[in-house]
């Protein structure tokens, strides 16, 4: 079941399991049948009764926790098909998604992001720190919804521009693509353009 219409986005086909936490003291599963770097679908026993839901993913034996909006629900037999899009995710868990749809391995973070020694990677996470200036800035300029507790939001980075002096003090600019999700659903996206550095140090340009 496709997650997308019009031109095919990369997805890796299930079963795989899928936890939706319905209350604190209730968690319904269900069964995975696709996953893409935006979205996934699933199937439950009941049709979930709110549009955003907390679930778990269990990719490569990881659970990956996930904040979706369900977009459509599809009646199968017993079974309600959930077609879902992330609207919150950690940066380092939508790197797992990512390198599991197109069959590579994971990356464990390792040191830091600004060590020479390790090669850059488009979808390697930033330090907590810095992650935690550019999202507070995003969510202040009206770019980002405020992160629920526990779940980073769905933000796309990418370096655009680097120098680095001789002890390997680096200056990076970054390009953030983030959106915006109202109460109807209607979602606005934003392009924003930060300078990080290796003492954590974020400049909105």
């Known amino acids: ?19 939706v936490i319905v209350s604190p003291k209730r968690i319904a599963h269900g069964k995975g049948s696709e996953i893409s770097n935006s979205g996934v679908t699933f199937a439950l026993g009941f049709t979930l009764p709110t549009k955003q839901n907390d679930i778990e993913v269990t990719i490569r034996n990881r659970k990956i926790p996930v904040r979706v909006i369900v977009k459509r629900t599809i009646p199968t037999g017993h079974q309600v098909a959930h077609i ?40 390697r996470l930033l330090p907590t720190s810095i992650q935690r200036k550019i999202i507070a800035v995003l969510v202040a300029r009206g770019r980002l919804n405020p992160p629920p ?38 979602h606005s996206d934003h392009d924003s353009y930060f300078q990080i550095d290796s003492n954590s140090n974020v400049i909105v340009l």
């Not at 079941?1 to 936890?19: A, I, Y």
């Not at 391995?105 to 090669?119: K, L, R, T």
């Open 149 to 186: 507790v526990g779940v980073a939001p769905l933000i796309i980075m990418k370096k655009v521009s680097e120098t680095r002096t001789k002890d390997n003090f680096v200056k990076r600019k970054i390009h953030i693509h983030s959106r915006v999700i109202d109460e109807n659903e209607q």
């Open 84 to 123: 879902c899009k992330f609207i919150g995710i950690a940066a380092d868990d939508w790197d797992r998604i990512v390198r599991y749809i197109h069959d590579l391995p994971d990356i464990e973070h390792v040191g830091s992001y600004f060590d020479p020694n390790v090669p850059d990677d488009d979808y």
């Open 1 to 19: 079941m496709p997650l997308l219409k019009g031109p095919v986005e990369p997805s890796k086909q299930g079963p795989f399991p899928v936890d």
